[in-house]
């Protein structure tokens, strides 16, 4: 066991957001989160231009980390970095980074998987869950379903065996001509709809097994606008329409009734009373809202991370490594990025 490990400096690079933390026992004393706001006008990450990014703003960052916490380089007892999953480039600047800086100071050094960064970080807030529990994890690249029984100890019980749930978000938003990244706008605007106004299909609801879908539904929306003339560039785009809302409302309730019925299943399954759903579609107010109320009616507790968390962060991979450090792991210098890592 490595006693002497307290204060870690945490690093995520995995896609566009780069993001440095240092954390002091687990408790969180910077996180700082720049994200590229270059790719908004492709409507989708262009990897050339995340790693670029990177590589300018890693050192800014790093060093705006450390004064926000009030400590130095020298204080620092060991630096964790995300290895993967994610694009190979933008995980490359933070990895190597990570690595050069522990290296260089002489202590230890810590690969994160990003998927265990989002599961740990429910676990940046007082309120912990207690194991075993299951974990939703949503984001734009995820949607994987998962029983912890112990810490740093996973069962994949379910995937996506499409598209995953942010990947949907955004898709039908580009089909709406209503802007990128989809899952913040789409959230906005199924504030003022009905989400029983269209019913869309629920993919694999009530199938036997724990996995997900998503595209289905994505071409039932597409159908729904060509039918009736809403595509953009078919008549008048939909983004005019006054169904908008009820169109963003009713696809957001279908992926939300998926996701909390999967997950309903399978608390009722293993008998566990802790759910953490995290990821970058745990931030939906929709999703939340519906969990709530399976946790009130199953007599479970639900535990999502706080904003700021739910996206990619560098203070969720520092309390992983943190977790791992402890235990008396590290990583080889040889470590290389891995972009299609899996977590079990």
Same mark, same amino acid.
């Given at each position: 066991m490595h006693h002497n490990i307290n204060i870690i400096l945490g690093i995520e690079t995995s896609c566009d957001e780069t993001s440095v933390a240092v954390l002091n026992n687990g408790t969180v004393c910077s996180n700082i989160i720049s994200s590229q706001v270059v790719h908004k006008e492709y409507g989708g990450v262009v990897p050339e231009l995340a790693s670029?990014?990177?590589?300018? !703003?890693? $050192?800014?960052?790093?060093?705006a980390a450390l004064a926000q916490a009030g400590f130095s380089l020298e204080d620092i007892d060991a630096v964790a970095a995300v290895y993967g999953p994610g694009l190979v480039g933008a995980l490359l600047v933070g990895l190597n980074f990570g690595k050069s800086l522990a290296w260089s100071r002489r202590?230890?050094?810590?690969?994160?998987?990003? !998927?265990?960064?989002? $599961?740990?970080s429910?676990?940046?807030?007082?309120?912990?869950?207690?194991?075993?529990?299951?974990?939703?994890?949503?984001? #734009?690249?995820?949607?994987?379903? &998962? =029983?912890?029984?112990?810490?740093?100890?996973?069962e994949? &019980?379910?995937?996506?065996?499409?598209?995953?749930?942010?990947?949907?978000?955004?898709?039908?938003?580009? !089909?709406?001509?209503?802007?990128?990244?989809?899952?913040?706008? /789409?959230?906005?605007?199924?504030?003022?709809?009905?989400?029983?106004?269209?019913?869309?299909?629920?993919?694999?609801?009530?199938?036997?097994?724990?996995?997900?879908?998503?595209?289905?539904?994505?071409t039932a929306v597409l159908y729904y606008l060509?039918?009736?003339?809403?595509?953009?560039?078919?008549?008048?785009? $939909?983004?005019?329409?006054?169904?908008?809302?009820? /169109?963003?409302?009713?696809?957001?309730?279908?992926v939300v009734d998926t996701l909390v019925e999967k997950t309903r299943r399978a608390v009722a399954d293993y008998g566990v009373k802790h759910v953490g759903v995290v990821g970058g579609v745990s931030a939906n107010s929709r999703l939340r809202e $519906?969990?709530? @109320?399976?946790?009130?009616?199953? @007599?479970?507790?639900?535990?999502?991370?706080?904003?700021?968390?739910?996206?990619?962060?560098?203070? !969720?991979?520092? =309390?992983? #490594?943190?977790?791992?450090?402890?235990?008396g792991e590290t990583s080889p210098a040889s470590l290389a990025a891995v972009p299609n890592l899996n977590i079990a």
């Open positions: 670029r990014a990177h590589l300018k !703003m890693i $050192v800014p960052i790093m060093n202590i230890p050094f810590i690969g994160v998987n990003h !998927m265990e960064g989002h $599961v740990y429910i676990f940046l807030e007082d309120e912990k869950p207690e194991y075993p529990f299951i974990c939703l994890t949503v984001s #734009g690249g995820h949607t994987d379903l &998962l =029983y912890i029984k112990e810490p740093l100890t996973y994949r &019980l379910g995937r996506t065996r499409d598209d995953a749930a942010g990947e949907a978000f955004d898709k039908v938003a580009k !089909m709406l001509g209503i802007g990128y990244p989809g899952g913040p706008v /789409i959230d906005k605007l199924a504030k003022d709809g009905n989400p029983f106004a269209i019913n869309f299909p629920r993919s694999y609801a009530r199938a036997e097994h724990y996995d997900f879908s998503f595209s289905g539904l994505k060509r039918d009736r003339n809403l595509l953009a560039g078919n008549g008048a785009p $939909v983004a005019k329409s006054p169904e908008l809302n009820d /169109i963003c409302a009713s696809f957001q309730q279908a $519906v969990f709530q @109320n399976m946790a009130s009616g199953n @007599n479970s507790n639900v535990y999502f991370p706080r904003l700021e968390y739910c996206t990619d962060n560098a203070a !969720m991979a520092a =309390y992983a #490594g943190w977790l791992r450090l402890i235990d």
